[in-house]
């Protein structure tokens, strides 16, 4: 950087700027942003230390000490890795990188409102490493057994397609996996038996796998439900169009889709707490109540 904030106290600038008012270069008095209470909290300790417990010196401004206004971001990058909580422990990766938020945060606005040369700092990620990401939820096994138990007792709307919805997802299939499957990519009169090629993962519906077995217990679901889908050309004809339909004949959208797997979960006890906020990916990576009769249709076709 070739010059600073002709204000030289970063602590000064940081009162400022927490507080909402600031003055600028050129004498003109700012009011700024109105923080709140827990954002005001985590910039003042990690800036300055500001309401740290007794002996905890781990504050940019400490850190940095009087290359305040000239340091590298090298300089940020150690200092974020070297972060300890309360307790002495390692910073998680969360906090370091919101820690690295106030310091970036503090200078852009040194940049944009004093007059600042630019320091060009990199991303949060960049300087605070890698979030990892969250853990993965998912249902337990007694939970995808009650909702299979939900699907096949459903009495709601379209009851045939909610079994199916349910059951394509219990089977681990991804819930826009299961809107892009079309009559096209079923062969329920294989002379192996009946077989599907399902859209690829994450990719487009144009994008589909080999033909492989329909899981038996899928089976029973699509035979009940194909003598009742809608048929409304030309978006859906007997042999054409997407397997699972509105009333319209249209495919169901994701928001559709997922409304309808809360409905079913809904009508089991065990399940009324996390149905409202339920999601198909959640339930498609949780264990299969299909696993095991899946393994043994495959022991008895070899």
Not at 43 to 71: C, E, K, N, S
Not at 226 to 237: E, G, N
Not at 250 to 274: I, N, Q, Y
Request: proline share 10%; with cysteine.
């Amino acid at each position: 950087m070739s010059s600073a904030p002709q204000a030289q106290d970063p602590y000064a600038i940081l009162h400022g700027w927490l507080s909402g008012a600031y003055v600028r270069p050129d004498g003109q008095e700012v009011i700024g942003r109105v923080w709140d209470e827990d954002t005001k909290y985590r910039y003042g300790l990690y800036l300055a230390g500001i309401d740290a417990p007794p002996g905890w010196q781990q504050d940019w401004f400490t850190h940095i000490g009087d290359l305040v206004w000239h340091f590298e971001p090298m300089h940020v990058k150690d200092w974020a890795s070297r972060l300890t909580a309360f307790d002495g422990s390692p910073l998680a990766a969360a906090s370091r990188g919101r820690a690295v938020s106030a310091v970036r945060s503090f200078y852009a606005h040194c940049e944009d409102n004093l007059g600042a040369a630019r320091w060009n700092l990199p991303p949060r990620r960049a300087l605070a490493g890698p979030t990892p990401p969250a853990e993965r939820q998912t249902l337990t096994r007694f939970q995808t057994d009650a909702l299979r138990t939900a699907a096949d007792r459903y009495r709601g709307p379209h009851p045939e397609r909610a079994r199916l919805a349910a059951y394509m997802t219990l089977a681990g299939l991804r819930p826009g996996q299961s809107i892009a499957v079309v009559m096209q990519y079923i062969q329920r009169d294989n002379a192996a038996g009946p077989a599907w090629r399902l859209p690829v993962k994450n990719n487009s519906a144009s994008a589909v796998g080999p033909l492989t077995p329909i899981p038996r217990p899928l089976v029973w679901a699509l035979d009940e439900y194909l003598p009742v889908r809608t048929l409304k050309a030309p978006h859906s004809t007997e042999t054409e169009g997407p397997l699972l339909v509105s009333r319209t004949g249209r495919g169901l959208d994701h928001v559709t889709f997922t409304r309808v797997l809360r409905e079913v979960a809904a009508t089991h006890p065990d399940l009324e707490e996390v149905a409202p906020t339920l999601h198909p990916d959640v339930v498609a990576h949780s264990p299969s109540p299909f696993a095991e009769e899946t393994a043994a249709a495959a022991g008895e076709g070899r």
